[in-house]
């Protein structure tokens, strides 16, 4: 691969992580302080992503990837995610929020496809190259969380502003990306196909059913950490929350590189059962922390994302590589991607709100809702240790091999 395309492709990554991190983890806090939303409000608007996460493969899928190049799709759809922002920041409604910020992640998460595609055509040997452009979009996760938390931007409608000059920048630079036309004119694509049903053969093997559904189940909790954890560090007393979250994608980056070491002396269900493992002691950690007398325990909890991610959803996409073969893979990772990221993460968003709104209460002296973050995050652990049971129980492969 040329330097100045490989170039090309790592300023998208970071462009495109830049303009999701800005605002993602903090949109709770923005909600529940500024625009003083509920927590059910919280919680809907973490599901608009869901919402959006299952439509946008069909749009990829029967339209994109069919009848326009790639780069120019990206382009389009930034510039018309920039406008919705524009009029979400003028919005404070909670509940009008919900429907702009719907439309504006039905425009962005195409882009997560489409960004894989630009760079997938570009690489001759993906395996070797793509790693090193997508750590840049970690990278950029880093970036922008240090910058918000710096400038104390986590409960501003800065944080939409920001992502609303990303977006443009990414749209003009999505213009000078190497062409991607269309891949698939020939081929026919289907709603079938874009689910992944050639890959429900892979039902057939009971390791499969079961660590698929608990894909499902673990990101139920993972959705109380993206909507609850910046608001809930924030009332604990820990300062410059956003900077010292950043440490969470930090160790992401360090635990990927003790994957392949891990490989080497555990079995797949070992490393999956230490994922989930420290899931639920990264919940403990939450509910028992404060920023003023255990900070350590909070600190602790944010860095276990490394091990949380990478030993569990990383280690099992690897894993459904595996079972599935070169035939069906892409089919199978569809499938993956639309129960966890779609199915597991929309109820786990809704349930979040819910039990926010559970555990909040008017306190009459301060006139102010004061939240019970312990119980709040005892649900979480609570559902990751049923996993963790079920999936210790009942996943029995060990045969499958492996590789990074």
């Not at 920048?169 to 026919?188: K, N, Y």
């Not at 410059?240 to 980056?253: D, F, H, P, R």
């Not at 269900?269 to 350590?296: N, P, T």
């Amino acid at each position: 691969m040329k330097l100045a395309v490989r170039l090309q492709l790592m300023g998208m990554m970071f462009l495109l992580f830049f303009t999701w991190g800005s605002w993602y983890g903090q949109m709770g806090k923005y909600l529940l302080t500024t625009l003083q939303a509920s927590g059910d409000q919280v919680g809907n608007a973490y599901t608009a992503f869901s919402l959006a996460t299952i439509i946008s493969p069909f749009f990829v899928g029967l339209i994109a990837d069919r009848y326009f190049s790639a780069q120019k799709v990206m382009a389009v759809l930034n510039l018309l995610g920039a406008g919705v922002l524009y009029f979400l920041i003028q919005e404070t409604d909670p509940g009008v929020f919900f429907w702009y910020i719907l439309a504006y992640t039905l425009c962005f998460t195409p882009n997560l496809a489409l960004s894989t595609s630009i760079a997938m055509r570009q690489m001759a040997n993906p395996e070797k190259d793509y790693p090193s452009i997508r750590v840049m979009g970690t990278l950029a996760w880093i970036v922008i969380s240090v910058i918000i938390g710096t400038y104390g931007w986590g409960d501003s409608v800065r944080i939409f502003e920001v992502s609303m000059y990303a977006s443009i920048v990414l749209a003009v630079w999505a213009w000078t990306l190497p062409d991607t036309p269309p891949a698939s004119q020939e081929t026919t694509a289907t709603w079938g196909t874009i689910l992944g049903k050639d890959a429900l053969v892979l039902f057939k093997e009971r390791s499969f059913v079961v660590f698929f559904f608990s894909s499902i189940l673990i990101c139920i909790p993972l959705s109380f950490y993206y909507a609850l954890a910046n608001p809930s560090l924030t009332d604990s007393g820990m300062m410059n929350v956003e900077t010292k979250m950043a440490l969470g994608q930090a160790s992401e980056v360090g635990f990927m590189l003790i994957l392949p070491f891990a490989f080497a002396r555990l079995g797949v269900k070992k490393i999956l059962v230490i994922g989930l493992i420290a899931w639920i002691i990264r919940f403990i950690g939450f509910g028992y922390g404060d920023g003023q007398s255990s900070e350590w325990l909070l600190y602790l909890a944010i860095v276990l994302h490394g091990i949380c991610y990478d030993f569990f959803f990383v280690t099992g996409q690897i894993y459904t590589d595996a079972k599935a073969g070169p035939k069906i893979k892409n089919a199978a990772q569809g499938l993956i991607t639309f129960a966890t990221y779609g199915v597991g993460m929309g109820i786990g968003s809704k349930l979040s709100g819910l039990v926010l709104d559970m555990y909040t209460t008017m306190d009459p002296v301060k006139q102010q809702n004061t939240v019970e973050w312990l119980q709040v995050w005892l649900v979480p652990a609570g559902i990751a240790a049923v996993v963790l049971l079920f999936f210790v129980l009942a996943f029995r492969d060990e045969k499958t091999k492996l590789a990074i």
